[in-house]
């Protein structure tokens, strides 16, 4: 029955061999890496708006200039990776990058950072995607967790049934969220120069202090922190250089710059109409988003456009998480690969793909969306510190290549990436600082917990191999003597096959064990066992305090420890009903007794099974 | 740690000759066998207001009739069963009596009502107890669920120690009650006599329904049947008699009559004087008691003795729940012997008590408590149902073995018997026609679902029995050739024990199997092979869908369809990890095997462990 459901919503299983690679061009290959990067400005600009709130609405026209720092930072870290485009045609992962230049430490440190990020990004994405839809039917917030959540389910399915990363599916709501998005950029600045804009409507309850602080360096730089968010998602170009057409390198440099140039100005300009509308946070218990008052504002509170750019919000928000999708399981599977996290994950399922790191990437999202009531304003705290973590890492590690390779032109590379790390790392800093105590030290404490987890691993795995090595192994030994135990809990059908199976194995060295629990069950036992125990000899072990397990592992050990060059097997006949809920009918002491066995040295255990009929 | 934890908590394992019985003096046996009965007089009057409360305020009075007609209902009970403990010195439980002179079905029938019965007390009891705190300490009342959960949780603690049932620990809080209760009643009636009564003042949210109905015969019925919760656990000495001191049926005769008389007064005083002083049962959602309104307009609101009461009440209703727990297990073990349940239910714990009985009752009495709110009063609709179909069933009984046996003056006592089961059989239609929409209909239902899952594994042991009977069985045939499989998932030293063993077993007739998931790893181990395989041949599974166990599973059948005269062993070399957390990181492939295995006719499965140091 599992087998079938499975079948229905996962698909029929896929050959190894059907493992393809599709090559994109560069219009496809921008919709299906740029999702993430471009859908941050869903929520950046409002995250800047919120952070500068404790200083009063006075302090909203900060946000422009702010934004203009991080629109230069945007532009240098992309500056940076496109010379990681250029040195690793075949992706340049951060991890790749940091293990090749940096060592076990840094890439384990940005493995860390990244898979919180991914699951962060599933978090934040679905949360705000739901934002966006709850924003223009508010009646639907109630629910909105659900929503989160339902949505997760429904992207980690089709990514356990794999999906094929045909164009369309992402270039039409990418393409539509970027021409929406540009409609009402173009429409705002237009009213803003023709001298006809109207402000938004404040919000019910405006997020804004009782009293209002000063506006001080700190909140400028929180403000800056918050808004950094709009950085997440642009190294996915880099990763993916193998997924473009020939020339993979200059193809993913282009659509790299072109993606920047998107992203700078729709976050730009969507924080300048923000400015310019006096839009105001929503502190309500159903908040609206800062995107949606400003499109109201602009598009009309009932207009067409404005649903489809919510809708459109939306899509490209559940495609971005569906890039944390793909990433996840990958890194998972390098990881796993390089014996740093369980073997499972390097398995693929089914359909081809590492279901596990699937899983696992929704289940645990899935938890964070409901712990934060799929706010993603609340998660984002969380969210940019690892990001910029794994920037650092990766322009190091570039800088030290280049030190090494010493290619042609490599000073200049070196300076680009030199220049983004002293960037990213001050970045780095300032979240750290800024965000720690609004969620920022979980990540910070988190990493290196998973580092150690990691190498922990790892050191248990190299264990394994050396001492399974067949270097200087001694050469194999004959079994010299078998000396068998059966247990027996009755004298039955059942038992006769397992008394049958042991004098077969050790014919001179057989003893059946019982355990006397009720004295006139004993009587009768010994009288039955005469005619039917085939000629071995019957031990009853007493049990004043009615445990079956204690008696037979002594028992056991003292047998083991008679003979030093014998092989001990224990045989334990179970019988085997035709039906599942007829195992609850029988005492479980089979079980057990394997599981304590289990952890004993060298018994060999034998379930020789009697099956019953109905 | 969990056996440390278990010992703490639990206390160190006795042995089974520890197992003594204690025989109880009346005065102890009356405090340990009538908590339940005394106890439900807390609820019982509050229970029949609140269903005449349809009719307002004015139809209150009919409370005293209805009590009057329930306190005939009791004695009529009661003298019924002083007949069964004549008849039945070692104890007549209802399933007993049912069991020797009704049949199966009917004695299924009433322990089925008997096993939901003693979860309802559980239930019942403990969320009264929290209210008759919560009337005293309101603000306890948001806590009610956790408090009522909480006190389960220690009962069943206290029952998996095994309660020694000294006399003090139930004498102390039973007579405390039953004396306080006297000197409300006294005191109540001392002022109705002298003319001092000040009306109880009414709850700020009265439990009366905006329009009032018209008082009918129906809820006059209704009204009697939710009174007759009085007479839960009047049952209790009848199932105790062997824990009398000698002349055991005459000492239990006698109790019952005081146990019937304090009942009877207690209730009918309560109920007088709840008329008298005009309590209306409070309809707020963190509701005080009725009996808490009496008791604070007689001893006064910040009385000594008002808390007293409080206090005791709980008390006894935790008395009450805890004979629920010794009679569920015991009710359990009589099943079980019989094989109408799990065998698991004869087992005595390390504590000698029938440890699984007394924690599935736990267990589902607190899923109850938190699905109910810990409200009582929502929950006595379902509780006497069951409580009089077993009273009826056992009556009928009893007539049934007055006709049988025939002892001297059995006609008058079948007469008393006959009497009995003609009331309790009215009441219990009574009760299921006008509570079955409040609740009484889950019971209904509930009750022959419960008697054919009870019969169904009767069924399935017989079964087991008959299969595994050794009368005409064949005489047993030697093992008269071995086959040997040894599954492998690479060339290691955790192999060759494995092969060795596999070599004892069957010389000649030895085949390894290794499923091909990457052509790379296949060929290095072909190559490794030739060195260590032992001379055994090596077969290799294609596996074009990446799954281990199909092909090993269709392998396997291939090889034992063909011989007739073997005997297949499975060999699975396992290696087995020094720490618990070290099996997440090895494949479950061996765990899945065992499992798949287990199902398929005929195999023996054999596991070789190779011990990991670190």
């Excluded at 009853?540 to 030093?564: C, G, K, N």
């Amino acid at each position: 029955m599992i087998s079938t459901l499975k079948r229905l919503f996962v698909g029929q299983p896929l050959a190894t061999e059907q493992l393809a690679h599709e090559r994109l061009p560069k219009r496809t290959a921008l919709a299906v890496f740029s999702s993430d990067a471009l859908s941050s400005t869903a929520y950046a600009t409002e995250a800047i708006l919120i952070a500068l709130a404790v200083a009063g609405a006075s302090a909203f026209w900060i946000a422009t200039p702010i934004a203009v720092g991080i629109a230069i930072l945007l532009i240098t870290v992309a500056f940076s990776y496109s010379q990681t485009i250029k040195a690793y045609p075949q992706g340049g992962g951060t991890y790749i990058v940091a293990r090749e230049n940096l060592g076990t430490i840094p890439s384990l440190t940005a493995a860390s950072a990244l898979l919180i990020d991914y699951i962060l990004t599933v978090a934040v994405s679905m949360s705000a995607g739901v934002a966006a839809i709850t924003s223009a039917w508010p009646w639907l917030d109630p629910y909105r967790v659900e929503l989160a959540v339902g949505l997760i389910g429904l992207v980690t399915l089709a990514n356990l049934r794999g999906v094929k990363e045909s164009g369309n599916m992402f270039a039409v709501p990418t393409y539509t969220f970027v021409a929406s998005m540009m409609l009402l950029i173009g429409m705002g600045l237009y009213n803003i120069v023709t001298g006809q804009v109207v402000p938004a409507p404040p919000p019910e309850t405006p997020h804004l202090p009782a009293e209002v602080g000063a506006l001080s360096l700190f909140l400028i730089l929180r403000a800056f922190a918050a808004g950094c968010t709009a950085l997440t998602g642009i190294e996915a170009i880099a990763d993916g250089v193998p997924a473009f057409k020939k020339p993979e390198s200059r193809n993913a440099a282009i659509t790299l710059a072109i993606m920047a140039a998107l992203l700078v100005t729709m976050f730009l300009g969507i924080t300048v109409l923000a400015n310019a509308y006096h839009v105001i946070p929503d502190g309500s218990s159903e908040p609206e988003t800062a995107n949606s008052q400003l499109a109201r504002a602009i598009f009309g509170a009932e207009s067409p456009l404005y649903f489809l750019l919510q809708i459109a919000t939306m899509a490209i928000l559940v495609l971005a998480s569906n890039t944390a999708f793909a990433d996840f399981p990958r890194l998972a599977y390098f990881l796993a690969s390089d014996r740093f996290l369980p073997r499972q994950f390097t398995q693929r399922g089914d359909r081809l793909v590492f279901s596990n790191g699937v899983i696992l990437l929704g289940l645990v999202a899935a938890i964070l969306v409901i712990a934060f009531n799929a706010r993603e304003q609340s998660l984002l705290p969380l969210y940019a510190v690892g990001v910029f973590i794994s920037f650092t890492i990766s322009q190091v590690g570039m800088v030290q290549r280049w030190r090494r390779v010493k290619t042609p032109g490599w000073v200049r590379s070196a300076l680009i990436n030199g220049f983004g790390a002293v960037m990213t790392g001050m970045v780095m800093l300032i979240l750290a600082s800024t965000k720690f105590l609004e969620g920022a030290w979980a990540v910070i404490v988190l990493i290196p917990i998973l580092v150690m987890v990691l190498l922990r691993i790892h050191r248990h795995y190299q264990d394994v191999a050396e001492q399974l090595s067949l270097v200087d192994a001694p050469r194999p030994r004959p079994v010299r003597r078998h000396t068998a135990l059966v247990l027996v809990s009755g004298v039955h059908r059942g038992v006769i096959p397992a008394l049958q199976y042991a004098l077969s194995l050790a014919p001179d060295n057989v003893t059946a064990v019982y355990v006397d629990l009720d004295p006139v069950a004993t009587e009768k036992i010994r009288g039955k066992w005469k005619e039917w125990g085939c000629g071995i000899p019957l031990v009853v072990l007493p049990s004043p305090y009615r445990s079956l397990l204690q008696p037979l592992l002594q028992y056991i050990d003292e047998v083991d420890a008679m003979y030093d060059d014998d092989v001990l097997t224990i045989i334990l006949p179970e019988f085997v009903p035709s039906q599942w809920w007829q195992y609850m009918l029988h005492n479980q002491t089979g079980l057990q007794l394997k599981a304590a066995l289990f952890f004993s040295r060298g018994k060999v255990v034998t379930s020789v099974p009697y099956h019953l009929e109905h």
